[in-house]
């Protein structure tokens, strides 16, 4: 079965890093751009990151210099390395796939959502 599979969220003080995996099982992650996400209470949901097959990478501006992504193959696992937190990066973190090939950070591009990891960044 085709899955991905969120952890590493929790409570961190602002300033403080969290590290998110991504782990897939069901297929090879070294084929497909694989994307974060995350969405806040009330609001839409919003691409924070994806790394493509090639290791080619993108941010968005709110997290660019903040948050790094990779990917470890042999571990079928993506990461998203999160420092300098704020409060306003409190939300649920998601990881998907590309439907297709590239890079973006549309929500509507990606599918095999996983369930989602809790990111509180609060004093």
């Known amino acids: 079965q085709l899955q991905l599979v969120e952890s590493g969220g929790g409570l961190v003080q602002p300033g403080g890093s969290l590290r998110l995996d991504c782990a897939a099982s069901?297929?090879?992650?070294?084929?497909?751009?694989i994307g974060w996400f995350r969405q806040a209470p009330g609001k839409e949901r919003e691409g924070v990151s994806c790394?493509?097959?090639?290791?080619?990478?993108t941010y968005s501006d709110s997290v660019k210099g903040r948050f790094t992504i990779a990917r470890d193959n042999a571990k079928n696992t993506v990461y998203l390395q999160m420092n300098s937190l704020k409060p306003e990066d409190t939300a649920v973190y998601y990881c998907?796939?590309?439907?297709?090939?590239?890079?973006?950070?549309?929500?509507?591009?990606?599918?095999?959502w996983g369930q989602g990891t809790q990111v509180t960044v609060s004093s």
């Open positions: 790394i493509s097959a090639s290791n080619e990478r």
């Open positions: 998907a796939r590309l439907r297709n090939w590239g890079l973006t950070l549309r929500p509507a591009d990606y599918h095999y």
């Open positions: 069901g297929f090879s992650l070294d084929y497909y751009t």
